[in-house]
C-alpha cells in the first residue's frame, strides 16, 4: 500500500526542532510520484544520508523539498569520513 510507504519513510525522514514540515503536503507530493517513484531507492538513500555528519547535524532538506525535488535520484555517495557510524 502506497500509504503504508509513505508512512514508513515519514517516520523514518529525520525531523529536527524548528522544522515544520506539512505532512500532508508530503504526502500528496509522494502520490504525485506515481506508483513506481522507487520506494525501495528512496528508503536507501535515505538511510545513507541520514548516516552523514551533515545530516546529523541538522543539513537537511525539508521532507517536502526532498520528494519534489527527487532528491534521492542525485544524492552523492556520503564520503565515509563523515559518516556517523553505529546508524
Excluded at 525522514?13 to 528512496?42: N, T, V
Excluded at 545513507?48 to 525535488?69: C, D, I
Amino acid at each position: 500500500n502506497d500509504d503504508e510507504k509513505f508512512e514508513k519513510w515519514w517516520t523514518y525522514y529525520p525531523k529536527f526542532q524548528g522544522m515544520r514540515p506539512d505532512k500532508e503536503k508530503c504526502r500528496q507530493a509522494w502520490h504525485e510520484l506515481g506508483a513506481d517513484h522507487g520506494f525501495d531507492s528512496i528508503m536507501d538513500c535515505t538511510k545513507r544520508l541520514k548516516a552523514t555528519k551533515s545530516w546529523q547535524e541538522g543539513f537537511v532538506p525539508m521532507p517536502l523539498n526532498y520528494l519534489r525535488r527527487k532528491l534521492w535520484r542525485n544524492a552523492p555517495d556520503p564520503d565515509p569520513l563523515h559518516v556517523i557510524h553505529g546508524q
